[in-house]
């Protein structure tokens, strides 16, 4: 989960690291703090170097604070990896020369994956963050599977804003002329101007209904296109959830 961050910043075993074991967390930890992110001052940094205290845990709650991490002691990998992230934006601020001219990494044609998504880590904190930030904006609900969450996003971004979507929906729709002495009101308001505003105001009240029926139809497709992708578990013998 974070071996990429860890060989990035030069640690020692980037593909052992174990943020579940304590001692090799608060170790990991302060050698984060004294080499790469030093937000504290060197005398500063006692309570976090004091590994055996029984007080760590509070300095260490304190430190994320500091720093203005949104997570806290006890989501400890989202923290683990907010901080890697941290690391790694002040190791190349502090190294912009080295990294500038690195040449990109280029894939060959078999490494090139088919689908967009099948590499993605799903249990990612910053992918659950990004997929819920997108999800609130757009005011889709949220789903226990954020891979679903995101399909949903991509179907809504590709039916309401693309270009050609926003275009469609910017042009000007001409009404075309009503005879309302053919739509019976079905009572009578004792007043010939009345009675025909009432008229209007109920054929625009069925033309409202009928652009909430439109919407109500593509919400139904939308969610069909989500949930009509079963997943085949040969465990089971069947196809399903």
């Known amino acids: ?29 302060v050698w984060l703090e004294d080499q ?26 304190q430190y994320l604070q500091d ?59 910053d992918f659950k963050a990004g997929v819920m930030g997108l999800a609130n904006m757009l005011k889709i609900q949220r789903h226990d599977d954020y891979l679903v969450m995101l399909k949903a996003i991509r179907i809504l971004i590709q039916e309401r804003l693309t270009p050609e979507a926003i275009a469609k929906a910017s042009q000007s729709k001409e009404g075309l002329p009503v005879a309302l002495d053919k739509h019976i009101l079905g009572f009578d308001t004792g007043d010939a101007t009345l009675n025909e505003a009432a008229q209007i105001l109920r054929l625009l009240h069925i033309e409202e209904l009928r652009d909430l029926q439109t919407r109500i139809n593509e919400a139904i497709v939308a969610v069909q296109a989500i949930i009509a992708d079963p997943k085949t578990d040969h465990r089971l013998g069947k196809v399903g959830r």
């Open 1 to 29: 989960m974070f071996r990429r961050k860890l060989t990035a910043l030069d640690y020692h075993n980037p593909s052992g690291f174990d943020c579940k074991d304590e001692t090799e967390f608060r170790n990991f930890i």
């Open 36 to 61: 790469k992110i030093r937000h504290y001052k060197i005398e500063d940094r006692g309570n976090l170097r004091n590994i055996p205290s029984s007080e760590w845990a509070k300095s260490f709650e």
């Open 67 to 125: 720093v203005n991490c949104p997570f806290t002691v006890q989501e400890r990998p989202e923290s683990v990896d907010w901080l890697l992230g941290l690391a790694v934006r002040f190791e190349y601020g502090d190294n912009v020369e080295k990294y500038k001219n690195c040449p990109p990494a280029t894939a060959t044609e078999a490494e090139k994956p088919l689908d967009p998504l099948i590499h993605l880590d799903s249990n990612n904190p």
